[in-house]
Structure formats: C-alpha cells, structure tokens
C-alpha cells in the first residue's frame, strides 16, 4: 500500500502533558507556514498514548493557544476531517492491528521482561561498554511458552525486531542525506504492556494513515528515524520526506527545556508579549529570509517561507532580542487594538480609564517607551496618580521663580482655546519671554508640578497626554 497523494500534508503532534512551549510552537509554526506556503493541509493530531503523563485540559490548552496564536489547522480535534479521530487514544484499535500483522510477520515480538530485569540488563551493558539495549532474550520463545505466559497473565510488550547488521540512509530536507547503523538502534517497544502503543507505532501508522507527505518535527527524534523506516518497510509503505528542525538552545548553547514553565507560550503572553512579536520571532529561530529582514506579519512569513532556507546549526533563543521586537510590535499596532490590549493592566492599578480621549492619548505616548504590555499601565501612571515628591524637589517648587513659571503658565493654559498639540508651543515659548526664565529652572519645576518628577516626555506630550482638567488641577495644587 502506497501513497498516491501529492499535495502536501504536514502534521503538528504534540503530547498533552502541559502547556504549549516555545520548542512546540515553532514546530508548529514551521508545518503551518509549508503547508500554506505550498497550498497544503495542515493537521492537528493528539499524542496522548503515554497516559502516566497527562495533564487535564491540555488538550483544550493547546488548541486554544494555537487559536490565539492564528496558527488555524485544517483537519483535527473540535473540526474532525476524513482521517478522525485525531486523538490517538481514540485509535488503539488501529495500532493493535498493525502490530499483530507485524507478529505474524515476523518483524515484531513479545517481550515478557520485567522492568527490573531491563534494568538489571542496561546495569550490565553499560559496565562492560556496551552500547544499551533490549538482548532479545525473549526473541527465541515458540509458539507455546509465549502462550503459556498469555494465559498465566504475565504482562507483555511487542517489540519491533529491527535488523542484525544495516546501514540506514535517508534524505533529510534540513540535513541531506543521513547515515545510521543499525546496531546503535534497539528493538523498540511498539505496544506496552497496558495496550497503549509507544509513540514510535501510533505516528508511523497515523502518518500514513493520514497521508502525511512531510514529518517537520525536532532535532531530538533523529536518532529514531531509522526505527520509524524500518517500521515503513516491514508494512510496505512509502516514507514520508523528513525535515529535522535545529534545537533551540539557551544563550549558553544549553537545551531549552520544554519542562521550564517561564518558557510556555502562554506564560509569554501573560507576561506581555504580543502574539505577533512571539510569531515572528520564533519563526527567526532557525529560518531567515532571503532578504535577512527581521519583522515580518504571519502573512509576510506564509510568502516567504521555504525549508531549504531552515539552518542545521542549534537556533539561541535570546530574549534581549525577543524584548526589542516586542517593543517594534507595540509601537506599531492599531491603537484600538492596542488600548484593548492594555485596558485590564491599567484598572489593576487603579486608574479609571472611562476617560477613552485621554486613555487613548495616554497609552499612544506610553507605548514609545514600553517593552511589555504591562509597561504602559506602569509608565501611563503619572498622568492618573500624583506620587509623592522629596524634600529637595519640594524646595524646588516653592521657589520664587518656579512658583511665577508656573503661574504664568496656568493663566496661559487657561485661556487656551483648544487643547492640542500644536497649540502648547507658542505658550511655553511665551511663558519663558515673559518670565524670562528658561532651561533647566523653567523645565524641572513643570515636570515636578504634573508629574512628580523633573525629567520625562516633553512638555507639549506631557500637557496633551495629561488632558485640560487635570493639568489645571495639578498646576493649580503646585501654586497653593
């Protein structure tokens, strides 16, 4: 049985152990940008044959950072499609059978091994230097003493026998051509002893199953694609092409473990990281544009993206670039959104934002100098709270020069006809001709009267932001 598909099919298959991590998010990004990229399907698949690992509500976690992210799959859980179910506990029967078609052809067989008598046998390999792996002692059992143990209950795998002496090549689009040895490859467990089967049965037979053409999947499951070939053969089935993706490392060229909670998707988000900054930066670990760019939208990254621009080399996750991008991403979104965005950050602090004019001016200012969502509400405060002053900058504000700077400016502001931008200019300009008091004397007492503080934006940003009715207020507080 071949396949006689081409359009392209990629799958993201993650395990619903916890949250969706970055390592995942990129494997996921990478399939969704080749299958859009080549007018493909993109496919959602649960992994959930390892039940002593399970999480409840990843499942639901996943597809719905995956719908916030916008990476929208064509076939899957909550949509279906015609290779359902796609959750793998709901497919056991599927493996079952294969797995018997391998017993009695002779590429699979039972193993009635306790874990401690593996562990006993890894004890004594490694000792000697020898290379880990099942002795096939239970390979040689007839037909009646593995019956005799079926009936007395003893528990049982099914191990795929891979063989003796091989060399397995194959073409990695990533990598090129890939050379292992058989002898560094042991006889997988294909079905465990509670009938669940081990990741390596249920995403050969669900690959093909579900005509996947391309397996984009992490660096880690390299050394098992042989295993996963051996596997096609004995079944008489065309392999998939394989992409092996570069690990992500730490800055220090460590693995970044996908156990670490601070590196979930969602924790990123929460931190205040927009999900177009996390997009485009995750899709930079590894891959790059023709033209090195470095912003780009999903729909910018869907036109350019090709495998054969996707590194070898381990990609660093480094967060000081991660913070930049941030920034550019804040700078440049709609402010609509942007103030939707920031709205519960700033009611956490107490800051009443019915006000929409002066909270939108506010947030527009704000977000030049914020890194993090959370960083507006927290820059945005001096426009909604005084904070207290020192002592020294108390002393500045009842001085004789800065009490008449910032009359003047009061009785001009006052009378002010519009409050705008381009309006406050000519009134600062005309406070220091008629006071005759400028530089850091004129500056240093406003910015402690409307802020609490002598340095920040520029006057006019400050006077704009800030809204006729308050700035009046707190000029009126700084003259009593």
Known sequence: MTHSVTAVRVRFAPSPTGYLHIGGLRTALYNYLFARAQGGRFILRIEDTDQS??????????????????LDYDEGPGIGGAFAPYIQSQRLSIYQGYAQRLLEHGDAYRCFCSAQTLEDMRVGQKERGE????????????????????????????????????????????????????????????????????????????????????????????SSTPKHIWLYQCLGWTTPRWVHLPLILNPDRSKLSKRMNDVS??????????KEALINFVALLGWHGADDRELYTLHELIEAFSLDRVNKSGAVFDLTKLDWMNGQYIRSTDLTELCSLCQSSFTERGMDVSDQDKYRRVVDLARKYATLLPEIAAYAEIYYHTKSITDAEMELLRTESAQVVIATLYHLLQSLPRWEIPGFAPVIDQVISTTGIKGKIFYFPIRIALISQSSGPDLPLILNAMGREETLQRLRNALT
């Open 53 to 70: 690992r399970l999480e409840p509500g990843a499942i639901e976690n996943l597809i719905n950072t995956l719908k916030i992210m916008g």
């Open 131 to 222: 290379f880990a792996k099942y002795d096939r002692r239970c390979l040689h059992l007839n037909q009646s003493e593995i019956a005799g143990k079926l009936a007395a209950g003893q528990p049982s795998v099914i191990r795929l026998r891979m063989p003796d002496q091989h060399r397995f090549g194959f073409d990695d689009i990533i990598r090129g051509t890939v050379e292992m040895d058989s002898a560094q490859s042991d006889d997988q467990v294909l079905i465990k002893s509670d009938g669940f089967p081990t990741y390596h049965l249920a995403a050969v037979v669900d690959d093909h199953e579900m005509e996947i053409t391309h397996v984009i999947r992490g660096e880690e499951w390299l």
């Open 265 to 274: 998707v969602e924790s990123y988000l929460q931190r205040g990281y927009l």
